[in-house]
């Protein structure tokens, strides 16, 4: 596709999610228990859930059909401008979490710690708004968020205005990770205006973050720049400490950055890895990150009880967690014997011990190789070896491998399918898909599974002699 006519495709399947925002999105006195089939049924319905689809659609294949061959930087940031122009003057669309937002912010103005109180102990004033499963849990998200939000509850007072203010802080990540994505580039020898247009012009982030305004926009554009100030500095403790303390920063939004810290330390060693390099350079990323997290958590006048609410995103079960998904695939099987089994403890415990030993495995690799490569894939791992996937996670990974990935494949394909899961109220879909879902998303496990063996099996078998 041209890229001048791949830009106005873009653009005009990012005014069609607008209007599908505008008639069905997550409004304030939208459903909160809606189905797919009462989206359809109520107004506009057809043609909410055509505009969506159809909007989605356009936006996904411009992008992906540009994935290899964008004309230039200046080029995709002022395309990715464009198509994100439609979606921030829309309502939220495709999630509910803005309204959480706001009201955990009501919670901490009021002097309730939302880490001990859902945010039905107020109550909320926007209560209603709130999904029901969320509003007696504790918050997941890191003590700077829940200071910033309770920022903006009380600058506003009102929920138009929080939401305003959260999708600005929203795209203040997104320009963030604008700045610092090229300078990964460079580092590891990608294109920048790849870089750019893989992990920004991606439909997740115009509709979870931009539109959705979900707090995960801070926390990766927080990341790629600490992660941009170490590659750009090694070897300097002024410079390292910065990075460290940016990683700090985007942990105290969501714990998940923590994964790419050791990743980052090794990127801080100038000359070859040995324990002594790590102590000497990575120490100050290290140091910058825990003390950040730590001095947040206390000024904030909070404690670390984000740890009980991240448990509680088990309460949801979707098949697009494999570990989830296998779980519910052997409760389907044990039906026909007869038997109830609820084997998800099992499997996402199984999931969680697998992903410890990926992490380490990626990080004893990356002590001679590219760091800032594995650190995506750390991140990759985490997202797919939780026990929840939320589509917004994979902008996670996504923005990390833009930079540092040379083959584009693999997930780019994780993206584009993730784009379609969620209908423009937040309805999930693979909720009611699990049937389907789940024995498909195992089956794929398997594969992936076999061909990972056969593969290093090859890799060990003596090449053999002319």
């Known amino acids: 596709m041209p890229h001048h006519l791949a830009r106005w495709t873009g653009l005009a399947g990012s005014a069609l999610l607008a209007v599908a925002a505008f008639l069905g999105g997550a409004l304030p006195g939208s459903p909160l228990r809606a189905t797919p089939v009462s989206l359809w049924q109520g107004p506009n319905g057809p043609l909410v859930i055509t505009a969506w689809l159809v909007g989605t659609a356009l936006l996904a294949y411009a992008w992906w059909a540009l994935r290899d061959s964008v004309p230039s930087t200046r080029w995709a940031l002022t395309t990715v401008g464009l198509w994100l122009l439609p979606l921030l003057i829309a309502p939220p669309l495709a999630s509910r979490d803005v309204y959480a937002y ?14 001990e109180q859902g945010v039905s102990a107020l109550p909320c004033p926007w209560l209603d708004t709130i999904s029901f499963i969320w509003r007696d849990t504790p918050a997941p998200y890191g003590p700077l968020f829940v200071v910033l939000s309770g920022a903006v509850v009380k600058a506003t007072g009102s929920l138009t205005g929080a939401i305003v203010l959260f999708r600005l802080i929203a795209v203040a990540g997104v320009a963030l990770t604008a700045v610092s994505l090229p300078v990964l580039a460079r580092r590891v020898g990608v294109p920048a205006r790849r870089a750019i247009w893989l992990a920004l012009g991606c439909p997740l982030v115009a509709v979870h973050l931009v539109s959705g305004a979900h707090n995960d926009a801070l926390m990766v554009g927080l990341l790629v720049a600490g992660l941009a100030v170490i590659a750009s500095r090694p070897g300097r403790p002024g410079p390292l400490l910065a990075g460290g303390a940016l990683l700090g920063l985007a942990a105290a939004i969501k714990v998940t950055a923590l994964v790419v810290v050791p990743f980052a330390a090794l990127a801080a060693i100038v000359g070859g890895y040995s324990i ?7 120490g100050w990323v290290v140091g910058g990150a825990v003390a950040v997290v730590a001095a947040v958590t206390f000024a904030a006048g909070l404690d670390f009880g984000w740890v009980g609410g991240l448990a509680r ?52 690799r990356a002590r001679t ?52 899961l969620v209908l423009p109220d937040g ?21 992936l599974v076999v061909r990972l063996v056969r593969s290093a099996r090859a890799a060990r078998q003596p090449v053999a002699a002319d």
């Not at 706001?102 to 880490?115: F, M, R, T």
């Not at 760091?371 to 902008?395: E, K, N, Q």
């Not at 693979?430 to 089956?443: I, N, W």
Request: some cysteine.
């Open 369 to 420: 190789r590219e760091p800032l490569w594995y650190a995506a894939l750390a991140l990759a791992a985490t997202v797919v070896l939780a026990p929840l996937f939320h589509p917004w996670y994979w902008i996670w990974p996504l923005a990390v491998l833009a930079a540092t990935a040379r083959r584009t494949g693999w997930f780019t394909v994780v993206a584009l399918v993730a784009s379609f």
């Open 427 to 447: 309805t999930g879909l693979p909720r009611f898909t699990k049937t389907v879902g789940a024995p498909l998303m195992t089956l794929l496990v398997i594969v």
């Open 313 to 364: 995103g088990g309460d949801v079960i979707a098949w697009t967690s494999p570990s989830t998904a296998i779980g519910q695939t052997i409760g389907y099987l044990a039906v026909p014997f007869g038997a109830h089994l609820d084997a998800l403890p099992v499997t996402r415990g199984i999931g969680l011990a697998v992903l410890a030993l990926v992490l380490l495995w990626l990080w004893w």
């Open 276 to 282: 002594r390099a790590l102590i000497r350079h990575g």
């Open 102 to 115: 706001a009201c955990q912010g009501a919670s901490y103005a009021a002097g309730i710690n939302p880490y």
